[in-house]
């Protein structure tokens, strides 16, 4: 499968705290920030310049399934690659032993996530 790497997500403990950091300290907008109602979460896309790298901010209410005690130096959240076809992509990463994490579908879109060797989970979308 051929891939983009198109932006990094970290696990917040504070989110509004986090927000100001990078917009006000840092000179970063917010491109985007939505509630996930299957993970109980919520996230916030930063960038830096039009079209550039984003940061992606997740923070998880503590009823989310995917809430973790934070621990610094334990914050990567995922990383996120753009394929051609999600489906397929799917496919070759079950097919090379990499099953799918969680799929979700919002606003139109969809995305899934299969996990590296490190357990680290990488977003397909």
């Known amino acids: 499968m051929k891939a983009k790497f198109t932006y990094v997500g970290?696990?917040?403990k504070d989110?509004?705290?986090s927000i100001d950091f990078y917009t006000k300290l840092l000179g970063m907008?917010?491109?985007f920030r939505s509630k996930v109602e299957q993970t109980k979460g919520e996230t916030v896309g930063l960038e830096s310049e039009k079209g550039g790298f984003i940061l992606e901010l997740n923070y998880y209410e503590k009823s989310s399934p995917y809430y973790?005690?934070?621990a610094v130096g334990e914050g990567l959240d995922h990383l996120a690659f753009k394929v051609d076809d999600l489906s397929?992509?799917?496919e070759e990463a079950l097919s090379a032993g990499y099953r799918t994490v969680l799929e979700m579908k919002a606003?139109?879109?969809r995305w899934a996530y299969i996990e590296d060797p490190n357990g680290i989970w990488i977003e397909l979308f």
């Open 10 to 12: 970290i696990r917040v």
């Open 15 to 17: 989110l509004q705290k």
């Open 29 to 31: 907008r917010v491109k």
């Open 68 to 70: 973790a005690e934070y």
């Open 88 to 90: 397929k992509a799917l």
């Open 107 to 109: 606003n139109g879109g």
